[in-house]
């Protein structure tokens, strides 16, 4: 693919506090691209330097390889699609997409001709002389995307357009926002809080803390190939332990040596292990790589939740298959489920 915009050295500060620390990210046309952290890891401050709303303090912003860094907002081929979605109330469906058309003066035919076109897009034909503050939260969200889709920009910018939503609603908006950026062919760089919206829309996630990219890779390389103990932790759940890699396939931990798939690290290297809740079965204790007792049971509707004592720790798993409170039970997994990291946080 081709790269659109590319973030070279980019730092940002404030009142003496570096909220991003040297960012450098290449996005390709028509990625749908997640910018995921917690609160305060500069991803909306990434995503503001983008649209032109804010100026970095050191470093480049290009665009198709012309650095725009000077441009004024309106002069971007980028729109954005705020939180709080900006609808303008006084004016009715069909005139808050018409808005930016008609300040580009566009003939009205043309103007009617894209405004349905949208409309079509997003699902709301036979919308447009309602008034947008009639309309439902997702009603209005997509009248917000159609608003900044009507102008045909290049790329679409969300930054965290599902927040207000209701839990049922906003997983539908997530399927309905890969399937409309398949269909308009642009690329959307998304911001969110939310692990598993990212995990179901995105093509690549860049996984941002204090004001620096952690990884970078597609859902399944995040979730399964954690770079860090912070990726590991904040993508999912996932029981993280100190251990020692004694050789080639062959990790240390809690006391035993068993086989993994990973290699390349020192002999004798102080390592970290991930094994994710979903990837341990309990078995009979006889059977088990681990034993421990049952100490809880949480049924979450599609799975159990259950924690298994052993000396060293606590293990979460999640299984469809009940157990017993207080049972000696053993915990049993694959090599391949192993994933080791190196104890020195990975930056990208």
Not at 48 to 57: C, D, S, V, W
Not at 202 to 209: C, F, G, P
Not at 306 to 334: A, C, M
Request: charged fraction near 30%.
């Amino acid at each position: 693919m081709k790269e659109l915009i590319r973030f070279e050295n980019i730092v940002k500060e404030f009142d003496g506090t570096l909220v991003l620390k040297s960012i450098n990210l290449s996005i390709e046309a028509n990625e749908f691209v997640t910018l995921l952290g917690p609160s305060g890891c500069g991803k909306t401050t990434l995503l503001r330097i983008l649209g032109g709303f804010l100026e970095q303090t050191e470093g480049k912003v290009y665009f198709d390889n012309i650095e725009i860094s000077d441009l004024p907002p309106y002069k971007r081929e980028i729109n954005t699609v705020f939180q709080r979605y900006a609808l303008f109330p006084h004016l009715n469906v069909y005139d808050n997409i018409a808005f930016g058309l008609r300040i580009k003066k566009t003939n009205e035919a043309v103007v009617k001709q894209k405004v349905e076109k949208m409309l079509e897009l997003v699902n709301l034909e036979g919308y447009q002389s309602r008034a947008v503050t009639q309309l439902s939260g997702g009603q209005q969200q997509r009248i917000a995307i159609a608003r900044a889709l009507v102008n045909e920009p290049m790329v679409l910018l969300l930054d965290e357009p599902l927040g207000a939503l209701d839990l049922k609603l906003r997983k539908e908006m997530q399927h309905e926002l890969k399937k409309l950026q398949k269909e308009v062919g642009i690329t959307f760089i998304y911001v969110t809080h939310d692990q598993e919206e990212a995990l179901t829309m995105s093509d690549k996630i860049v996984v941002m803390n204090h004001g620096e990219i952690q990884q970078i890779g597609t859902p399944t390389d995040i979730y399964n190939e954690p770079g860090n103990r912070f990726v590991a932790d904040f993508i999912g759940e996932s029981n993280i332990i100190e251990g020692t890699m004694i050789k080639d396939y062959r990790v240390e931990f809690d006391g035993k040596v068993f086989e993994c798939v990973d290699y390349g690290f020192d002999e004798n290297e102080p390592i970290e292990v991930v094994l994710r809740p979903e990837d341990m079965d309990i078995v009979d204790k006889k059977k088990g790589k681990i034993t421990g007792i049952v100490r809880s049971i949480l049924f979450k509707g599609v799975h159990y939740e259950i924690i298994v004592d052993t000396p060293q720790r606590s293990y979460l798993i999640h299984t469809t298959d009940n157990s017993e409170i207080g049972k000696e039970v053993g915990l049993d997994f694959w090599p391949e489920d192993i994933h080791v990291m190196s104890r020195v946080d990975h930056r990208v």
